[in-house]
């Protein structure tokens, strides 16, 4: 076990950012919801704005815990070759697809309450999620901040598998994986508590951290 929980990692997380404390062109977006915690944490340390990126996982057909890839918001799809290659068709892809741009554009109401989202375009993004996988949600991010005019994207993670963490250095202009154990597995399994994240969770966090472009309150807290 590594992290005693999402605020813990965001803290260890945020000590290996520390060098961007204080930068005014810097932004933390969280991918929701497990990276939200995670990313309030960072925000926090480098006194930064903090904001919710919404991505949504395309599920191999009958087999949803396998990413075949994702999308996000600004239209952006990435899909995994090795993944696709097990064998599915075009139209289970639209229908996948189709099903979680609604669910993406739900999050996106919910979780800022109709506050606009924080701007990108000239300024230096850290993408914060909870751990690496497979990173196809994290490569779409990462693709759709690009369409954004992000000047620098960051991709930072308390955990990673090792392969991933490397690969992601071809789509990152820097990353950063506080940790990247041998025999890595699953995300979940470097962390004594993996409860998952509310939407209420989400909701209560961004509100701590202040109105979208404003830098997280230091005396803020959360439970």
């Known amino acids: 076990m590594l992290y ?4 813990e990692a965001g803290r260890v997380l945020g000590e290996r950012l520390a060098a961007l404390a204080g930068q ?8 929701p919801r497990g990276g939200v915690p995670v990313a309030w944490e960072v925000a926090r340390r480098l006194g930064a704005p903090l904001d919710v990126f919404v991505v949504r996982k395309l599920g191999f057909p009958g087999h949803e815990e396998l990413a075949m890839g994702a999308i996000a918001s600004g239209g952006v799809r990435v899909l995994n070759p090795e993944v696709v290659a097990y064998g599915v068709s075009r139209n289970d892809i639209e229908r996948v697809t189709a099903a979680e741009k609604i669910e993406l554009e739900r999050r996106e109401r919910l979780f800022r309450g109709g506050r606009p989202p924080i701007p990108v375009a000239g300024r ?11 990173g196809s949600t994290m490569r779409a991010a990462v693709r759709a901040l690009r369409q954004q ?3 620098r994207i960051v991709v930072a993670v308390p955990v990673a598998a ?4 490397a690969e992601m250095e071809e789509e990152a202009d820097q990353v950063v994986c506080a940790a990247t154990p041998e025999s ?3 995300v979940g399994l470097w962390y004594d508590d993996f409860t998952q994240t509310t939407d209420d969770e989400v909701r209560e966090l961004l509100d701590a951290a202040g109105r979208p ?3 997280a309150e230091a005396g803020a807290t959360w439970t």
């Open 162 to 165: 090792q392969s991933t963490c």
């Open 24 to 31: 005014p062109d810097v932004v933390v977006l969280g991918l």
């Open 213 to 215: 472009g404003e830098p």
């Open 149 to 151: 005019d992000a000047r």
């Open 4 to 7: 005693r929980d999402r605020r």
């Open 184 to 186: 890595f597995r699953a």
């Open 124 to 134: 230096t993004v850290i993408l914060v999620d909870d751990g690496l996988a497979t």
